[in-house]
């Protein structure tokens, strides 16, 4: 619960502070949605991959410092779908309901986000397995066609948690969705 109070307390006060560093990642047009690029601003000491690791591990792209471990804990994920449920409150719904069948001595809580271009809502998911999950919900438009998220694992006991917790919160509030006229790499 000290996780969810903390991460209330910074959402509140999180804004970007780094360059946008440009596009991380991008889709092609599917259906509808038209072909989107994701913009961010990294962090200071941490590797963008939307090709290889990502690739690997089916995502549209991690950040992660240090070499890779192939270890969840301590790697933002990015992942990017085309909506399907009516609301981002459904989203969040469904993916609790997912995480607390997965691991029913769990807990869960959620505080919104400000992000601003877009409606945000995170959770963080308290492990039994003592591996804590905080994940960002974004929600682009309806003309996107598509959501995103962002997420982490990291050990309930990690000495560096807060600053794990800033970065991943200054990335998720200096996402950008654009349309996207390239065509796209990687994915």
């Given at each position: 619960?000290?996780?969810?109070?903390?991460?209330?307390?910074?959402?509140?006060?999180?804004?970007?502070?780094?360059?946008?560093?440009?596009?991380?990642?991008?889709?092609?047009?599917?259906?509808?949605?038209?072909?989107?690029?994701?913009?961010?601003?990294?962090?200071?000491?941490?590797?963008?991959?939307?090709?290889?690791?990502?690739?690997?591990?089916?995502?549209?792209?991690?950040?992660?410092?240090?070499?890779?471990?192939?270890?969840?804990?301590?790697?933002?994920?990015?992942?990017?779908?085309?909506?399907?449920?009516?609301?981002?409150?459904?989203?969040?719904?469904?993916?609790?309901?997912r995480y607390?069948?997965?691991?029913?001595?769990?807990?869960?809580?959620?505080?919104?986000?400000?992000?601003?271009?877009?409606?945000?809502?995170?959770?963080v998911y308290?492990?039994?397995?003592?591996?804590?999950?905080?994940?960002?919900?974004?929600?682009?438009?309806?003309?996107?066609?598509?959501?995103?998220?962002?997420?982490?694992?990291?050990?309930?006991?990690?000495?560096?948690?807060?600053?794990?917790?800033?970065?991943?919160?200054?990335?998720?509030?200096?996402?950008?969705?654009?349309?996207?006229?390239?065509?796209?790499?990687?994915?």
């Amino acid at each position: 619960m000290a996780a969810a109070l903390a991460l209330c307390a910074f959402a509140a006060l999180a804004q970007a502070t780094s360059k946008d560093d440009g596009v991380l990642a991008r889709g092609a047009r599917d259906g509808n949605a038209p072909a989107w690029a994701i913009s961010v601003a990294t962090p200071p000491g941490w590797t963008r991959d939307c090709c290889t690791y990502a690739r690997a591990i089916g995502v549209n792209a991690v950040l992660y410092q240090g070499e890779w471990s192939g270890k969840p804990q301590r790697v933002m994920v990015l992942n990017v779908w085309p909506r399907q449920l009516a609301t981002l409150a459904d989203e969040l719904q469904a993916d609790r309901q997912r995480y607390l069948q997965h691991d029913p001595a769990g807990r869960t809580s959620s505080f919104a986000v400000r992000h601003p271009a877009m409606p945000c809502e995170a959770s963080v998911y308290q492990g039994s397995d003592h591996i804590d999950d905080v994940l960002v919900f974004c929600d682009p438009g309806a003309a996107s066609g598509v959501r995103l998220s962002w997420s982490m694992a990291f050990d309930d006991a990690d000495p560096s948690r807060r600053a794990l917790l800033d970065d991943f919160m200054r990335v998720a509030v200096a996402t950008r969705w654009a349309k996207d006229a390239a065509p796209a790499r990687g994915r």
